[in-house]
C-alpha cells in the first residue's frame, strides 16, 4: 500500500525561526511536491523535485527552500519563519500523473 | 485568469439527489484531467481520470469538454458519505506531465 508521511501533524513556532518539514515515500517515486492550502486559495505548488539532488521553484517559491539528498526524501525548510506562512503543507508523491499525499502538516507561526 | 476555476459552493443537496459540478481550465493545451476528493482536515485522494469519451466509475460520472475547455462531475444517488470537496485537476503541457494544477475546490454537503 502507497504511504507519504509527514513528520508532524501539527506544528507552532514562532517568527524567525527556521522550521523543517519532512517528507517520506516508501514507493521509490522519483517525483515530489510541496504544496500548501489555504482556503479560497487552494492547493498552490511551492517547490518540487524530479529526482535526488534536484529542485525546481513552483509558484510561491519565496520565503521557502528544499533539499532532496535521498529519494524517498523530500525536506521543505522555512528559512526565517513568517506569519503569513501560516497554513497546511501537504506533500505528494507522483506517478503516472496520480498523487499520493502525506496527512498535511498544520503550521502555526506566531 | 486563475488555470483552473471551480465554483466553491457549498453545494447542498438531499440524499438521493443528483448533483453536478463543473471546473474550467485556461490552457488548451492541457494534457490529462482528474478529479480528488478531500474529506475535511484530510488529504486529497484520486477519485477518477476524465477522458476524452468521458468515464463512468458506480455512481459518478466524469466528462471533458476540449472544445469549451471544462471538466465535469456528476454524481448519482448522492449519499451522505459523499459530503467533501471536489478538487478539479490538470497537468499543463509544460513537458512536465506529473506537474499537477488544482482548482480550489467545491464543496459538497448531502443532507438527510
Known amino acids: 500500500d502507497v504511504k507519504v508521511t509527514q513528520s508532524s501533524r501539527y506544528l507552532v513556532k514562532r517568527t524567525g525561526e527556521k522550521v523543517f518539514l519532512e517528507c517520506v515515500q516508501d514507493m521509490d517515486h522519483e517525483n515530489m511536491f510541496w504544496y500548501r492550502q489555504d482556503p479560497g486559495l487552494g492547493l498552490r505548488l511551492i517547490y518540487f523535485?524530479?529526482?535526488?539532488?534536484?529542485?525546481e521553484k513552483g509558484d510561491i517559491p519565496e520565503g521557502y527552500s528544499v533539499s532532496r539528498e535521498k529519494k524517498e526524501r523530500f525536506s521543505l525548510i522555512l528559512e526565517s519563519a513568517s506569519t503569513n506562512q501560516t497554513s497546511m503543507y501537504l506533500c505528494?508523491?507522483?506517478?503516472?500523473?496520480?498523487?499520493?499525499f502525506g496527512q498535511g502538516t498544520r503550521l502555526t507561526v506566531v | 485568469r486563475k488555470e483552473v476555476e471551480q465554483d466553491p459552493g457549498p453545494f447542498n443537496v438531499p440524499e438521493g439527489a443528483t448533483v453536478a459540478f463543473n471546473c474550467t481550465y485556461s490552457?488548451?493545451?492541457?494534457?490529462?484531467f482528474f478529479w480528488y476528493r478531500q474529506d475535511c482536515r484530510k488529504e486529497p485522494k484520486l477519485l477518477m481520470s476524465?477522458?476524452?469519451s468521458g468515464n463512468e466509475d458506480g455512481r459518478f460520472t466524469a466528462q471533458l469538454n476540449r472544445a469549451s475547455q471544462y471538466i465535469s462531475l456528476l454524481i448519482r444517488d448522492s449519499k451522505l458519505s459523499d459530503s467533501a470537496t471536489y478538487l478539479c485537476v490538470v497537468t499543463p503541457n509544460t513537458g512536465t506531465a506529473s506537474k499537477l494544477t488544482f482548482g480550489t475546490g467545491t464543496r459538497l454537503q448531502v443532507t438527510l
Open positions: 490552457n488548451s493545451a492541457s494534457q490529462s
Open positions: 476524465v477522458y476524452s
Open positions: 523535485s524530479y529526482d535526488v539532488k534536484m529542485k
Open positions: 505528494a508523491s507522483i506517478m503516472n500523473t496520480e498523487a499520493f
